[in-house]
C-alpha cells in the first residue's frame, strides 16, 4: 500500500511498468505527478488534485455566427494540434481521392452536412480555415459555429490506461518493436480518444428526426456547426427501398407530426456550453486511473478500461437510439434493452430501479430545479415524455381481476407453487420489461419460467414508442453526476 502520508496516490506495480514508461514521461505523457520507489514500482497522482489550474478540460471557443468570425477562435483554430498526427499525409490524400470518386456517383449535390463533415475530418491544415469559411457562406446567414478542443492529457491517459492493460494481460507484445499499448482494444474505443465527437452529437438529436446541427473531427477537437433552424433528418416516406421490406413499417409518427423544435439558436448554444461544461467533468473521470484501484492500492486497468468501454457504449447506443426516431421503433426498443444493461452492468441501477417510475420521475424533477431554466425547458419534451410512456406501461396490465383490492398485481412465483400477490405496479414495470428483453435471447427458458409466463400472460406488449427516449434522462443523469460512473472505491488512504 501507498506508505503512510502518501493519501491521494495511486500505485502502479512494478511488473506493469512498461520498459519506456519513465518518471519523466508518465509526468509529460500524462500530466501525473510521480514519485519512484525503490522496488521499481512507482506511485502517481493527478496533476489536478495539487494543481488548480492543471485540470484537463474542454475548451469551448465560438468560432463564428454566420460569416463574422472571431479572433480569438481563430487563433485556438490555426494552434489545433496537426491532423497529420492522427492520420498520415497519404491516408489523408487517399481519403480525399475517395470522396471525388464518391461524389461522381450522386446524380445530385451533395447536402451541406455530408460535405462538412467530409471534407473538414480530412482537410490539411493549412486549408481548415479558408474551407469553414466557405461553409459559413452557405446555409442559414446566421448559424453559428464552434470549436470544442479537448485537452489532449485525456487521450493520453486512456493512451497510457491501454499501454498498462496489455502489459498485464498480454506481456509478451513489449518485445514487439516501439510497441506502446496504444493498439490494445484501441477500436473498441475509437470515440473515447482523440476529438470525442460521438459524445456531442446526443445534443444535435436533441429534437430528433430534427437534426440541430452537424460535427466534423479534428485531432483533440471536434468543430461543431449549430443551425438557426433544424433540418428534417426524415421525412413520412420511405428514403430507401431497403425499408419496404420490413414486416411492418414503424413510421407511426411522422416527422410531421412532430412539429418543428421550439428552441431557437440562443438556446441551443446555452445547451451547448452546459452540455460542453459537464462532459468536461465526465472525461475527467473516465480517464481517472486513480479511480480503479485493488484493496492494496495499486492501479487496476483492467477496471479502468472496462469502464471507459461501457460509457462510451452507453452513448453510441443513446445515439442510435435517436437516430432511429420514426425509422425503426421495434429496434429503439431492442437498443433500450442494451442501454440499460450496460447501466446495470455498470452499477448504475437495475431495471427494477431504473425503471421504477416513482423514483426515477422524482429524481428528474429534483436534478430539473437545478438546472438552467433554458436547459430544463429544453430537455423537458423528451424526457417527461418518456416519463409518460413509462407510467403507461401499467396500462397493458389488462387482466384486472389478478389485482389485489389496493390495486397491485398478482404474479406466478418462479417455482410455480403459487402466486406472489402484492407486486407493485411500479415494480411490475421493471420486471415485465426485462422479461421482454431476456426475450430477445429466446422464449426457451422463458417458457420454462411459471413468473416470466405470468408476466407474458398478464401484458398486452404494448410499449409507447417514446418509451426509448428515456435514454436522454440517463445521459443527462450521467452527465449532471459524473462521479456515479466511476466512484473512487478500494481507496486504502480513504
Not at 64 to 84: Q, V
Not at 305 to 313: N, P, V, W
Not at 345 to 358: A, D, K, P, Q
Request: charged share 25%; hydrophobic share 40%; net charge neutral.
Amino acid at each position: 500500500m501507498p506508505a503512510s502520508g502518501e493519501a491521494g496516490w495511486v500505485r502502479i506495480p512494478a511488473d506493469l511498468r512498461l520498459p519506456t514508461m519513465t518518471k519523466q514521461m508518465l509526468e509529460a505523457f500524462g500530466g501525473f505527478q510521480v514519485k519512484e520507489m525503490r522496488d521499481g514500482s512507482c506511485l502517481i497522482k493527478k496533476q489536478e488534485d495539487y494543481l488548480r489550474s492543471g485540470k484537463p478540460r474542454i475548451d469551448l471557443l465560438l468560432l463564428a455566427r454566420g460569416p463574422g468570425f472571431e479572433s480569438s477562435g481563430l487563433a485556438r483554430l490555426r494552434n489545433l494540434t496537426p491532423i497529420t498526427q492522427a492520420i498520415t499525409r497519404e491516408k489523408l490524400e487517399g481519403s480525399a481521392e475517395l470522396r471525388k470518386q464518391q461524389a461522381t456517383w450522386r446524380t445530385d449535390d451533395e447536402p451541406l452536412w455530408f460535405r462538412f463533415g467530409g471534407e473538414l475530418n480530412i482537410c490539411m491544415d493549412s486549408d481548415l480555415e479558408s474551407k469553414l469559411r466557405e461553409f459559413q457562406l452557405q446555409g442559414e446567414d446566421t448559424d453559428s459555429l464552434w470549436l470544442a478542443e479537448v485537452d489532449v492529457l485525456l487521450s493520453r491517459r486512456l493512451a497510457f490506461m491501454r499501454a498498462v492493460f496489455a502489459q498485464r494481460h498480454t506481456r509478451e507484445a513489449v518485445r514487439v518493436e516501439n510497441f506502446i499499448g496504444l493498439l490494445a482494444a484501441s477500436d473498441l474505443m475509437a470515440n473515447s480518444s482523440g476529438s470525442f465527437t460521438i459524445y456531442f452529437h446526443p445534443l444535435l438529436l436533441l429534437n430528433s428526426p430534427w437534426v440541430g446541427g452537424f460535427t466534423a473531427m479534428r485531432t483533440n477537437a471536434t468543430i461543431i456547426r449549430l443551425l438557426t433552424i433544424p433540418e428534417p433528418g426524415r421525412t413520412n416516406v420511405w428514403t430507401d427501398q431497403l425499408d419496404s421490406f420490413q414486416p411492418s413499417y414503424a413510421g407511426s409518427s411522422s416527422l410531421f407530426d412532430l412539429g418543428l423544435p421550439a428552441e431557437d439558436l440562443e438556446t441551443r448554444e446555452q445547451l451547448l456550453q452546459w452540455w460542453s461544461k459537464h462532459l468536461s467533468d465526465l472525461l475527467l473521470v473516465i480517464s481517472d486511473p486513480t479511480r480503479h484501484v485493488d484493496g492494496e492500492g495499486n492501479y487496476e486497468p483492467s477496471s479502468h478500461l472496462g469502464s471507459t468501454l461501457t460509457i462510451e457504449r452507453i452513448f453510441v447506443t443513446a445515439v442510435e437510439v435517436m437516430r432511429l426516431k420514426t425509422k425503426d421503433e421495434v429496434l429503439r426498443k431492442i437498443l433500450l434493452f442494451d442501454f440499460l444493461d450496460l447501466l446495470e452492468g455498470r452499477g448504475m441501477g437495475t431495471y427494477e430501479t431504473n425503471l421504477s417510475h416513482v423514483k426515477q420521475y422524482k429524481a428528474w424533477l429534483r436534478l430539473k430545479t437545478t438546472l438552467p431554466e433554458p436547459v430544463a425547458r429544453a430537455f423537458s419534451s423528451q424526457v417527461e415524455g418518456a416519463f409518460e410512456a413509462l407510467r403507461q406501461v401499467e396500462n397493458g396490465f389488462w387482466l384486472k381481476s389478478s389485482r389485489t383490492p389496493d390495486g397491485r398485481l398478482c404474479i406466478n412465483t418462479k417455482d410455480g407453487a403459487g402466486r406472489r400477490e402484492g407486486i407493485s405496479l411500479d415494480r411490475a414495470r421493471g420486471e415485465y420489461i426485462r422479461v421482454l428483453r431476456n426475450s430477445h435471447h429466446g422464449f426457451r427458458k422463458i417458457a420454462a419460467n411459471p413468473r416470466d409466463l405470468s408476466y407474458l400472460a398478464s401484458h398486452t406488449g404494448v410499449l409507447d414508442n417514446r418509451l426509448p427516449d428515456l435514454v436522454w434522462w440517463f445521459l443527462i443523469r450521467i452527465l449532471a453526476d459524473p462521479s456515479q460512473v466511476a466512484p473512487t472505491r478500494g481507496r486504502s488512504d480513504t
